[in-house]
């Protein structure tokens, strides 16, 4: 594993390093530790963080692998409840790829894993190489959270992330149905749906953006002036007065500023001074700016 990936959270590294020292228990390893087998011996994994594989990536991925062979082998654990066969930790893509290639055999890593560190090394994967959409990694966060009793501070350092992205990210999960499917097929970025959110008819707004092809800021300022359930445009809160119009620099300093902080920001700059706002939900979200604020004093 590349230096430069210690950075995020544990890492891959960090978490096969614990199952490292254990060799894998199957006969004809080589001296990398990988060996070929028989690929109907291998089963994907049902709890799997990715679930879209665009046809377009599988095809030429098959291509190159019918030309060269599967250059990085498939990393599995023995098959729960089937002797015998293996089961994906990581590598389902090149697993796919490499049947429609027509290969009868594929070269694996064995490793004795639990279900919990199977689903972390999924989801650390996926997220090194942003391989999962938004919605498949709020999922993630979810079972890590429900089934193994993950903690959003726990995830947040398993993944490299900061608890308010692990926070806003959930939040996706709470979006219409129909919102959740652009998110899905990526006609909408995880940045447009934070945007449209808070809106009271969030599919709307959704279907609007999508229409016009409308940027995360440009969905940011439709969301501001939809009318709210009284029919009133939504103002900030400036003692009752109407939002200023604001140059596009600093709307996109204010996007900016909220896209690295996850959470809302507010510039209200007049001449040569002014002041920023910072908009929290939870008790989290304000120990962790303020831990950001603080680091290195």
């Not at 690929?39 to 030429?60: G, Y």
């Not at 079972?143 to 992205?165: C, N, P, W, Y």
Request: net charge negative; charged share 30%.
């Amino acid at each position: 594993m590349s230096e430069g990936r210690r950075g995020l959270g544990r890492g891959l590294s960090a978490l096969l390093g614990e199952v490292d020292s254990a060799p894998a228990q199957a006969p004809g390893d080589t001296a990398g530790g990988s060996r070929e087998a028989p690929i109907e011996l291998i089963r994907r994994n049902p709890d799997q963080p990715r679930k879209t594989f665009h046809e377009e990536d599988l095809v030429e991925l098959s291509d190159s692998i019918r030309e060269k062979g599967v250059l990085q082998p498939i990393l599995v654990r023995p098959a729960p409840g089937a002797a015998g066969e293996y089961q994906i930790v990581a590598g389902e893509r090149r697993w796919r790829a490499a049947q429609r290639a027509g290969l009868k055999t594929i070269p694996i890593i064995i490793r004795e894993l639990d279900d919990l560190a199977v689903l972390e090394i999924g989801i650390i994967e996926n997220v090194q190489r942003a391989d999962l959409n938004a919605l498949e990694e709020a999922l993630s966060y979810k079972v890590l959270m429900d089934k193994f009793g993950r903690t959003q501070e726990a995830i947040a350092q398993t993944v490299g992330k900061s608890r308010s992205h692990i926070a806003n990210t959930l939040r996706l999960l709470a979006l219409p149905e129909a919102v959740q499917t652009y998110l899905t097929s990526g006609e909408l970025t995880a940045g447009h749906a934070r945007a449209i959110a808070s809106a009271p008819d969030p599919t709307a707004l959704a279907r609007e953006v999508v229409d016009k092809g409308l940027s995360v800021r440009e969905a940011e300022a439709l969301a501001r002036r939809t009318p709210n359930a009284a029919g009133e445009v939504r103002a900030r809160s400036n003692g009752g007065r109407p939002p200023r119009t604001k140059d596009t620099d600093t709307q996109a300093l204010e996007s900016d500023l909220s896209s690295v902080l996850g959470l809302d920001v507010e510039i209200d700059h007049r001449g040569d001074a002014g002041a920023i706002t910072i908009r929290y939900a939870k008790l989290e979200q304000l120990d962790d700016l303020c831990n950001r604020l603080t680091r290195g004093l």
